[in-house]
């Protein structure tokens, strides 16, 4: 999967890239919603990974603006050091998917990626399936 990722500090975009890859993902850094914002609408991402604090554009604007283009089944996780309750719900309500704060802890960052991603972009996990007379098997 290509994760996009808007973190202004490149400390935490590395921390946080290192973590996507690990989880065997392709990381896309951006340091400014900006450059993001135009980047996004000519390449296909899995996931966004926003700050909430950007140059440019913020990560609330380009979520709101983003959601319109990009639609409702790519998931958005914030990962931001602004943990204030107001800031928490205004992002949520506005469509992201769930909202982390610096530092990271990085097995359970990395699960909430998993889980974002496996609800959003489910497995079929049946090889054969059967339609009346007929028999798929998708191994074969």
């Not at 900006?34 to 966004?48: A, E, H, Q």
């Not at 913020?58 to 639609?71: A, C, T, V, W, Y």
């Not at 409702?72 to 949520?92: C, H, I, K, Y």
């Not at 530092?103 to 990395?110: I, K, N, Q, T």
Request: aromatic residues 6%; glycine residues 8%.
């Amino acid at each position: 999967m290509r994760v996009a990722i808007l973190q202004s500090d490149p400390q935490h975009r590395f921390v946080i890239g290192e973590i996507i890859e690990r989880l065997g993902h392709v990381c896309i850094p951006f340091s400014d919603g900006l450059s993001m914002s135009k980047s996004l609408p000519r390449s296909t991402v899995d996931m966004l990974m926003l700050d909430w604090h950007s140059t440019g554009l913020s990560g609330l604007d380009l979520l709101k603006s983003m959601r319109s283009g990009i639609g409702e089944r790519v998931p958005v996780m914030f990962a931001s050091a602004d943990g204030g309750e107001s800031n928490v719900v205004r992002t949520l309500s506005a469509g992201a998917d769930d909202y982390v704060t610096h530092p990271v802890r990085s097995a359970e960052f990395g699960a909430r990626v998993a889980a974002l991603l496996r609800r959003a972009y489910p497995a079929n996990t049946a090889a054969v399936t059967e339609l009346g007379p007929y028999r798929f098997d998708s191994r074969q």
